[in-house]
């Protein structure tokens, strides 16, 4: 049975990224967001969404930089409390022992000890109600080495990253297995048309 | 060791969205995207990037509406092949046997078979490059019974979607184990500092 329901922002599944940000001091912050997604190829861009409320959103606004980065699975206790307390109150690179490094390349850092990230420069703001989309130009990725491929690039299965269940669930789910190719298998229906 | 490594499009997990959309003649179209995410709560949005060289592109910019399907990932052949072939020389529901259903509220098709779909109205294009990021509001969700949490949320566990490992691994995965609450295991951190 079909059910016509109200408008809900489930998407399944949501990332979940760890967004790195300096204060007007230079105080490194990481804050979890799950709302956003890659948003260009050229320029390569990806958008997050945040509420002006976070300090993250304000940080951002200044320093014109940011860094998305994805954690591994066995980092969800410290991805929860990134997304649970403000900046403003809470030193969460020492709370959590993360760790922050400069981004060679934008005024962010990157968290250490997190198999990859984006280093992105604020390129565009799009202000859609209670939140507003901050597009950055990815400009680099840091990685370490054991997360990628023989090409250099993430390797999922390398980086075992973690994804948001969303308001249904509640809850962090790990990656399951290797469904198929993409790209490829796909051709069998159209073998079959 | 860290690798700084030029800019790749990489954020992983991606999504596997359907995008339902009409033609100019009412001919139902659907498309593979996985750069998106929820883009607002408040009104509730959501952005998908597309090229202006896809029909769904033109289709939306017309019809001023979309539905994003969310397929469970039985439906990796279906998926794959709506991302390989265009809707120009393929009707892709009917190569698919997948069946159109026009949503109630927006101008655009809903995919019968899938476990959810949010129906939206276009309200912004942001032009970036090669990329336009479409960003529809929510205004309703439809849902299989069988999909939803007694709250009646699509639940992760129940819609069972598919993801995409980008292009490290060039393959589709399902979800895996539950790994912990969210909103809740950060608590644990909290406690220590």
Known sequence: MKL???????????????IGSYDADGKPN?????WGGIA?????????SL??????????KEA???????????YFREADFAGMVSGRDHDKFKETGLTPEKSKLVNAP????FPYALECNLVKMVELGLHTMFIGEIVGLVAQSEAV??????????VRPMLWGSYGSMAYY????????????????????
Not at 4 to 18: G, K, M, N, Y
Not at 51 to 60: D, K, M, Q
Not at 64 to 69: D, E, G
């Open 4 to 18: 016509d329901l109200p408008p809900q922002t489930i998407l399944l599944p949501s990332p979940v990224l760890i």
């Open 30 to 34: 990481i804050m979890t967001a799950s």
């Open 174 to 193: 790990g990656i399951g297995s290797r469904l198929a190719d993409a790209f490829s298998v796909g051709n069998e229906l159209k073998k079959w048309s």
């Open 64 to 74: 014109k930089a940011f860094t998305v980065n994805i954690p591994s699975e066995k």
């Open 40 to 48: 260009s190829s050229k320029p390569p861009c990806i958008s997050v």
């Open 149 to 158: 491929n023989p090409h250099q690039i993430p390797d999922i299965e390398k």
């Open 51 to 60: 509420r002006e409320a976070t300090l993250t959103y304000h940080n951002i």
């Open 110 to 113: 990157v968290v250490k000890e």
